[in-house]
């Protein structure tokens, strides 16, 4: 599976949209982008995934680069509760793949008041 | 629907004691389920995977073993904890093939 790189850490305020970036510049075509969070003591929590076209769901949306090189997840209105640790993950799909997950050191997203 | 259960949620264990830690899932069969393992201020680390019974790939070298008794359940082990060992361990399955739902946890501190 492809490596991905994030920022270590991100501020957001409070109502803002936070704009969460990922490179996955090795990307292969059978390859998906997930994101997961992990709030403090809990364990993480899938957000959305997607191959090629943007995708929306009721928590976030992810913006993928034509060239499938890199992604943004949105959090259109941040709260406080949205202060987690945010991972960018790249898959396979194919049927031998046992759906195991790497996770890198993630995005610290601060939402401010 | 599907749910992931683990248990116990914390764990206080002596040095040199054993393991066993427990995760099941409802609602679903014949799941990929995993364990992973985070350490005090660090990401998460693959431990074991299984894609059915009996059936366990370990990731890593280390003092734990896993085992699958039965379709939807998923145990931890070890026979002698070392002060290495303290950590978060997650337990996740697999829904659809697409997408990794973790358990709530245990913490595990080993004194």
């Known amino acids: 599976d492809a490596k991905t790189t994030q920022p270590p850490s991100m501020d957001c305020a409070e109502g803002r949209a936070a704009n969460l970036p990922c490179n996955h510049s090795?990307?292969?075509?059978?390859?998906?982008v997930y994101w997961y969070r992990q709030i403090h003591s809990q364990g993480p929590q899938y957000i959305i995934h997607g191959l090629k076209n943007n995708e929306t769901n009721e928590m976030a949306s992810l913006i993928i680069t034509e060239d499938r090189k890199s992604s943004t997840l949105i959090l259109p209105h941040a709260t406080l509760r949205d202060t987690a640790v945010y991972y960018c993950i790249v898959r396979s799909l194919w049927s031998g793949n046992t759906g195991k997950l790497i996770f890198g050191q993630g995005t610290t997203l601060q939402v401010k008041p | 629907s599907q749910t992931i259960h683990q248990w116990p949620a914390t764990l206080v264990q002596p040095v040199g004691s054993p393991l066993s830690l427990e995760c099941t899932v409802e609602g679903t069969s014949n799941p990929n389920l995993y364990w992973y393992r985070q350490a005090a201020g660090r990401g998460l680390q693959l431990l074991f995977y299984?894609?059915?019974?009996?059936?366990i790939s370990s990731e890593v070298p280390q003092n734990l073993s896993a085992s699958r008794p039965q379709d939807r359940q998923f145990i931890l082990s070890s026979k002698k904890l070392l002060l290495s060992d303290s950590g978060f361990y997650l337990c996740?399955?697999?829904?659809?093939?697409?997408?990794?739902?973790f358990g709530p946890g245990t913490r595990l501190l080993v004194l």
């Open positions: 299984s894609v059915g019974i009996g059936q």
């Open positions: 996740a399955w697999l829904r659809g093939g697409e997408t990794q739902y």
């Open positions: 090795t990307i292969s075509g059978n390859e998906y």
